[in-house]
């Protein structure tokens, strides 16, 4: 039997988490942004997800928890392009591309950037020759492209 999520709970904390088992469910971003789904625990916990629309989940948010148990949720790391602008002006043409192409980014503290990987960015990259690569890491974007809706 799932157990249903139809809102997060409010405890955040690490903290307030003792005496309970901590059990976690680990999705990548395309999943993190799905807020109906069926997922599974890594104790194997069924949850159903009937979250509003527009939800998106990031690394460590509670999902779940009650007398004996506390479900969150993991960033699993996948593939990303990191791009690396050589300047002020190289890094505002990648973001306005990316934002023209209604792209989620994550822009780093050291300047570079992180999106979803596909050929037709990497060609681009190519194209213009702005230095990136391909990494594997959790992808919590703190930037968001524009759907127009």
């Known amino acids: 039997m799932s157990i249903v999520v139809e809102a997060l709970p409010e405890h955040k904390d690490a ?6 088992v901590v059990d976690f469910v680990e999705l ?6 799905r807020p109906r789904q069926i997922v599974a625990t890594a104790g194997g916990r069924e ?3 009937a979250l509003p629309r527009g939800t998106v989940l990031t690394d460590g948010v509670v999902l779940h928890r009650d007398q004996e148990v506390v479900v ?3 960033a699993k790391p996948e593939q990303v392009v ?3 602008p050589e300047d002020n002006r190289e890094l505002c043409v990648v973001a ?3 934002g023209n192409w209604h792209r989620s ?9 992180l999106t979803e990987v596909d050929a037709p960015l990497e060609d681009w990259l190519k194209k213009h020759g702005i230095v990136y690569s391909i990494e594997t890491r ?6 968001k492209g524009n759907s127009h809706d």
């Open 15 to 20: 903290g307030d988490f003792d005496g309970l």
């Open 28 to 33: 990548n971003y395309h999943d993190r942004c």
């Open 72 to 74: 969150t949720v993991v």
């Open 105 to 113: 980014l994550e822009a780093l503290t050291d300047g570079s950037v």
């Open 96 to 98: 306005h591309h990316l």
């Open 82 to 84: 990191r791009i690396q």
């Open 138 to 143: 959790a992808y919590q974007p703190n930037l």
């Open 47 to 49: 949850l159903a997800l």
